[in-house]
Nanobody, 125 residues
Framework: VQLQASGGGLVQAGDSLRLSCVASGRTFSTSGMAWFRQAPGKEREFVAAVSRVGGHTFYADSVKGRFTISRVSAKNTLDLQMNSVKPEDTAVYYC???????????????????WGQGTLVTVSS
């Protein structure tokens, strides 16, 4: 599985941005999918995920109510709609695929086997 993330850029606080991740391979439909991010000098952290069964969504508290994760299985794409962005959202954003990942582990990066190259989001104040 290969993941290609795009959509990052420089935006101002309060703006909106949409990240996309295109997956190649056949495991997309059987994988939990997620976005993680890594800010400068910090560890990578969970942002949002969507389960492989039922399409249940999960969010970090810091983005809940502002970000929306969605997947379109027919197109093998995973999107992250980011609204009301804040300077603290500045980070490199990574999409990830976890074949067979279970819900209880969906926030744990160790559950994901495939990672995209990352796309940089910079939010100015």
């Amino acid at each position: 599985v290969q993941l290609q993330a795009s959509g990052g850029g420089l935006v101002q606080a309060g703006d909106s941005l949409r990240l996309s991740c295109v997956a190649s391979g056949r495991t997309f439909s059987t994988s939990g999918m997620a976005w993680f991010r890594q800010a400068p000098g910090k560890e990578r952290e969970f942002v949002a995920a969507v389960s492989r069964v039922g399409g249940h969504t999960f969010y970090a508290d810091s983005v809940k109510g502002r970000f929306t994760i969605s997947r379109v299985s027919a197109k093998n794409t995973l999107d992250l709609q980011m609204n009301s962005v804040k300077p603290e959202d500045t980070a490199v954003y990574y999409c990830a695929a976890g074949p067979g990942i279970i819900t209880s582990n969906i926030r744990n990066e160790r559950g994901y086997s495939y990672w995209g190259q990352g796309t940089l989001v910079t939010v100015s104040s």
